[in-house]
């Protein structure tokens, strides 16, 4: 009898340790009526991009601003396209990507959800949500005072941009920011503020030469890409064919 239950014991960690060990999703949290129990009262990094493709780069801001416990969680989330500045992958592919990289991590949130529906889900959360950007777009940020005070400010996402790079661009109110360095970006200039919200923290990569542009150009020059992206990554990019011409 005591081996049975020492058995079940041993049984019952595991399983709890694989079901936390895993990244949220956010919709799984929705779905089981626990959203508000395990993301209220945290803080939360909201990190926008195109990530088209995601690299170590993005990886190691990541894990730079948890290991600093700058945030407690980092929700990452892709660009939905629909604007006139960048020719996007499927936001369906960069989507695997994500959900491909991050999926045994316990502190980084993906969702599928479109702006709207990211915006209706989480804005009236108890939690403070830090902007995660890099200094090209803090740098850009500060020359517009329009742009400044309308990026990231939980403005109300109109049926329009519901599914827009607009509507990721306000869908979160955050109080503050954390900039990721660039090679050769001074932000100096900008006092520690993007309009009237702090710079919570600079962080540094290890690849602050490296962006999606560069590796996008590697692929069409089939340059290996084990340094700058990792494996299930570029097993996505072989699937689909992408970035070749």
């Known amino acids: 009898m005591k081996k049975l239950i020492f058995y079940l014991t041993i049984f019952c960690l595991l399983i709890l340790n694989f079901k936390t060990s895993r990244t949220?999703?956010?919709?799984?949290?929705?779905?089981?009526?626990?959203?508000?129990?395990?993301?209220?009262?945290?803080?939360?990094?909201?990190?926008?991009g195109s990530f088209d493709p995601?690299?170590?780069?993005?990886?190691?801001?990541?894990?730079?601003?948890?290991d600093q416990k700058l945030c407690d969680y980092v929700l990452v989330y892709p660009a939905w396209g629909g604007d006139n500045f960048k020719n996007r992958t499927d936001v369906?592919?960069?989507?695997?990507?994500?959900?491909a990289?991050?999926?045994?991590?316990?502190?980084?949130?993906?969702?599928k959800?479109?702006?709207l529906k990211l915006q209706e889900n989480l804005?009236?959360?108890?939690?403070?949500?830090?902007?995660i950007i890099g200094s090209d777009l803090a740098l850009y940020g500060a020359k517009d005072e329009k742009t400044r005070e309308e990026f990231m400010?939980?403005?109300?996402?109109?049926?329009?941009?519901?599914?827009h790079t607009y509507g990721c661009i306000i869908a979160l109110p955050v109080k503050s920011f954390i900039v990721a360095i660039r090679s050769g970006d001074n932000i100096k200039n900008l006092d520690n503020k993007?309009?009237?919200?702090?710079?919570?923290?600079?962080?540094?990569?290890?690849?602050?030469?490296?962006?999606?542009?560069?590796?996008?150009?590697?692929?069409?020059?089939?340059?290996?890409?084990?340094?700058?992206?990792?494996?299930?990554?570029?097993?996505?990019?072989?699937?689909?064919?992408?970035?070749?011409?």
């Open 24 to 48: 949220i999703v956010l919709e799984n949290l929705i779905t089981e009526n626990i959203l508000e129990k395990s993301l209220s009262n945290n803080k939360i990094g909201y990190y926008l």
């Open 54 to 66: 995601i690299h170590k780069g993005h990886e190691n801001v990541i894990q730079n601003i948890l």
């Open 92 to 99: 369906k592919i960069r989507l695997k990507m994500l959900f």
């Open 101 to 111: 990289i991050f999926e045994n991590h316990k502190h980084v949130i993906v969702t």
């Open 113 to 115: 959800l479109k702006p």
């Open 123 to 131: 804005i009236n959360l108890k939690t403070e949500y830090i902007g």
């Open 153 to 163: 400010s939980g403005k109300k996402i109109t049926k329009d941009f519901k599914k």
């Open 194 to 245: 993007i309009g009237t919200r702090n710079i919570l923290a600079i962080v540094e990569t290890n690849f602050p030469d490296i962006s999606s542009t560069i590796i996008r150009n590697f692929v069409k020059e089939d340059k290996n890409l084990d340094i700058y992206i990792n494996n299930k990554i570029i097993e996505v990019i072989n699937n689909y064919n992408l970035y070749k011409n």
